[in-house]
Structure formats: C-alpha cells, structure tokens
C-alpha cells in the first residue's frame, strides 16, 4: 500500500495483531516506545514525526483492561500533541461494552464513559468489532465503524465442508449474529432458550429448532467464562446432534474457561486473534483465524475515503461470494 500519509502505531495488548495489520498493508509499524515510569504510570513516546499524517492507533483493550486503556488513551493524547491530521483507534476488542445501561438503581453506564474517554483524548474515529451490544454505537459524537467478524468465522466452516450444519444461537438476543452466520453457509439456524437464576449462571430450558443428527455450531461474540457455552454444548448433544462446534469473535476466557472447553463434548472452537490468547490458556480445541484482512482493509478505506459498509454488509458479502468487494 503506497501511502506516505498513514502511520501505524501499537501499543502492549496485541502487537502481533498490530505486526499482521501492517504487514497486509505494506507498511511498518511507527516507531514508539509505550512503558512505564518507575513509579508505574503509563509512558508513552512516539519516536517519528506525525504531523499532519493520518494515524492509526491498534490497541485491544483486553486483560490488564485499564492498563491498555490507559496506553490507548496516552497515545491518541500523544499523537493530537504532534500535530496528528486524524487519529483513529483501532480496538479489536471494547472493554467494559457488557456495561451498556443501567440495569439497577446507582449502576454507571462505563461503556459510555469510556467512549467520552476516547473522543476527549483527541480520537476523531474509532473502528471496533462485534461490540457486545450495538447501540454503543450512539454513544459516539465521531464516527464509529463496528465491523462484523461472522464472516470470517463462516469461511472457517465452509472450509469444514460439513455435511449436515445447522447455526445455534446461545441464546435469544444472538439469533441475528446466527441468522448471519447461517445465510453465509447455507444452514438452517436453532436457539438455546436459557435463563439466568442469578449473574454468571445459566440454565438451558430447551432447543428451538431440530439439532438431531446434524453438525451443530454455536455462535457468540464472547466466550468469557465458558459456563454458558458447555452447557449450551451438552444440552445440544441430549438433543440429538451429531457434532458440536463453537465459534465467537472475543475469547475472553476467563478462568475456568479453557479447562471447561477442553472437558466439554465441543469438537473445536473457533476464535478470532481479538484478544491475545497466552499460552497457558490455549488448548489443542481453540483455533484461531486473524483479523488482520479485515482491520487491514478498513483502514485501506478510511485512508482513502471509500466506503467501509461493505465490510460489515454481510448480505453483500454473501451476494458476492467473497468477504468484501
């Protein structure tokens, strides 16, 4: 990519993302130095001019989260102070988004704040992935782009060549993630219906739809602890199905959640590199496809004012038989 005006810069949450991104593009990564003084604030040291460049900043929020937000939001102050012409965030993955709404009396809303964080740091866009809930969208007075990680997941399983697929969703509010998923492989979808007794406890109640004798995919945004996904796994195979496979774009995986995977009957699962996965949490179940095309493309387009809709259109995509046009 030939574009002397954009300049790419990561700080400690995925550095491999950032390397991948940049690799697609053509381009190296900005040098900058992102530490901490000896007392343990965040130092942040952008090491090349980047006046009036276009900046893009690839930085996921994942665990230590205030940490990385912390270096996220040092860098955009850092680039808006060199004279930046635009500074974007590119973060795979949007912490504290499962904080969306006040659910009982005296609850902040931090997904907003952390939006009013980013946009009073100096960020004039941010492009994110499969937010946990969409309308943090409006939380935003800048653009935000929240792209669609389905169809990357979906080419994994067309590659599969599964016989008999059918698309679950875990529970009701996932059915249009599902609905996307199942229009990209050509399957039928069914729903987990669940309810929760108390937080971070599920209790699967029923499977809508016929899972019997087919190859079942669960689809998520966020694997987190993992709980809600092995029992979605088991009761599916009390309903009859074949093969169980998982797919989500966040893997989280808070403890216990890989010991949890790696007992379950789930064949594979399938995650994106959102969220860095360290050795200790990995397993021999967990595959992982890379994000690099799709961030990589997004800022192609930004960098160019083209349109980025396509990229999260997945009717489009299914149309054209690819994953952008």
């Known amino acids: 990519m030939e574009n002397a005006q954009i300049k790419i810069f990561t700080g400690n949450a995925n550095p491999s993302l950032a390397k991948e991104i940049a690799r697609y593009l053509g381009l190296e990564l900005g040098a900058a130095y992102v530490g901490h003084f000896n007392n343990g604030e965040t130092q942040v040291k952008i090491d090349e001019s980047v006046r009036g460049q276009d900046v893009f900043l690839i930085q996921t929020t994942s665990f230590p989260v205030n940490d990385h937000l912390m270096e996220l939001l040092i860098m955009i102050d850092a680039a808006k102070r060199a004279s930046a012409k635009t500074i974007t965030a590119i973060i795979p993955y949007y912490a504290y988004a499962r904080q969306d709404r006040k659910t009982r009396g005296r609850e902040p809303i931090t997904a907003k704040l952390i939006a009013d964080l980013l946009t009073t740091a100096g960020a004039t866009r941010v492009v994110t992935i499969d937010l946990h809930a969409g309308q943090i969208q409006g939380f935003f007075n800048i653009p935000m782009d929240n792209l669609v990680g389905v169809p990357l997941l979906a080419e994994f399983f067309i590659g599969k060549h599964l016989e008999n697929p059918i698309v679950v969703s875990p529970d009701l509010g996932g059915v249009t993630r599902a609905r996307q998923m199942a ?7 069914a729903i987990i219906e669940k309810r929760r007794p108390m937080p971070g406890v599920a209790e699967v109640m029923n499977i809508i739809g016929s899972v019997e004798g087919r190859d079942a995919i669960i689809v998520d945004d966020i694997i987190d602890t993992a709980g809600s996904l092995a029992e979605g796994a088991n009761a599916l195979k009390e309903f009859g199905a074949k093969t169980i496979y998982a797919a989500c774009t966040h893997p989280v995986l808070s403890a216990p959640a890989t010991e ?8 594979e699962v399938i995650v994106t590199n959102s969220i860095p996965i360290p050795p200790e949490k990995q397993h021999e179940k967990i595959k992982v496809v890379s994000l690099a095309p799709l961030f990589g493309e997004a800022i192609m387009r930004i960098s160019k004012n083209r349109s980025v809709s396509s990229l999260f259109n997945v009717t489009t995509i299914n149309k054209q038989g690819q994953l952008w046009s």
């Open 260 to 267: 949890r995977i790696a007992n379950s009957c789930i064949e």
């Open 183 to 189: 229009d990209l492989i050509g399957a039928p979808i």
